[in-house]
């Protein structure tokens, strides 16, 4: 039932939206990020990295994203987020992924091409669709940390060619974000989003988008961004209502009971970033 990310993505980039990519951790976090994608009608991207397989597990993950995607009426993909490792995404694939990020950002261009294509050639078999990275991204994504000095924006040209070399169907570029929030507030490069915009024509995918304001998100949505990645600004409240709910409710042990609310908050996040991408009502 879950799907690609090719349909998805090629309509948000001509309709001028972006799908969401929402990274969930376990079966609470999916859920309401499934709830609240039905309600307002979204199409809707499941993002899970190699920490999150390894914490819940790949079959697990892939099987409550199978149930959902069955049980809703929007299309709803499972991404691998931020994967490096062929062997890994090969167990998902066989188990039913059909959208796959393969990150080898941090390769020499050369070998970067090289993994990729070997992804992508793989995963076409699958009919699944895979998105590449250029450049780096600054902060961490859970096991990933990438230091100031050692990110580098995308260079347009080089882009042209990665894209035209891999084959890839959606593309991520480095334009200032960085993954987690900021220390002080990021410059993004639109200039260099409009060139690399302008050589690329397949969707363009932004990275590290918690703590970039609304207006500069639809910037980056009207410069080709088709694919907005959210993960940070969906923990901090689940986690912030659920601290403050045992310490005043230190007997209670229900996770059932002591969710609920962490739940509620990170669903209105949910649905503000659905707004700010302005995929609602697009499923
Ligand atoms: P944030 O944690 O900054 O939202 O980044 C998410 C991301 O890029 C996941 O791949
Ligand atoms: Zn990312
Ligand atoms: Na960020």
Redesign the pocket.
């Known amino acids: 039932y879950v799907h690609n990310t090719k349909e998805m993505l090629e309509k948000a980039r001509q309709e001028g939206y972006a799908v969401p990519a929402f ?1 969930i951790h376990n079966l609470e976090t999916l859920k309401v990020v499934v709830e609240a994608a039905e309600e307002l009608k979204s199409p809707l991207i499941l ?1 899970a990295t190699p920490g999150t397989m390894k914490y819940s597990g790949r079959d697990y993950i892939q099987a409550i994203a199978e149930v959902a995607a069955k049980n809703v009426s929007i299309p709803v993909a499972l991404h691998l ?2 994967h490096e490792d062929i062997d890994s995404i090969k167990q998902s694939l066989v188990l039913g992924v059909k959208s796959v990020m393969i990150d080898g950002s941090h390769f020499t261009f050369d070998n970067n091409i090289k993994i990729t294509s070997e992804v992508v050639k793989l995963a076409h078999q699958y009919g699944a669709t895979v998105e590449g990275e250029l450049g780096t991204l600054v902060g961490q ?1 859970d096991d990933l940390i990438v230091e100031a000095e050692d990110a580098a924006y995308t260079n347009p040209d080089l882009a042209k060619e990665y894209v035209q070399k891999t084959n890839i169907d959606s593309f991520a570029m480095a334009i200032g974000t960085g ?2 929030l900021y220390k002080t507030k990021p410059n993004l490069d639109f200039d260099r989003l409009e060139k690399i915009k302008n050589l690329v024509s397949i969707p363009l995918v932004l ?5 970039i304001s609304a207006e500069d998100v639809r910037r980056c949505i009207s410069l080709g961004c088709a694919k907005v ?5 969906l923990k901090i409240p689940f986690a912030e209502n659920l601290r403050e709910y045992l310490q005043n409710h230190p007997n209670e042990s229900d996770p059932r009971k002591y969710m609920k609310g962490a739940k509620e908050k990170m669903k209105e996040v949910v649905k503000e970033k659905i707004l700010i991408c302005m995929s609602d009502g697009k499923a």
């Open positions: 990274n993002a987020d931020h994504e993954h987690g990275h590290g988008a918690s703590g990645n959210i993960a940070t600004e």
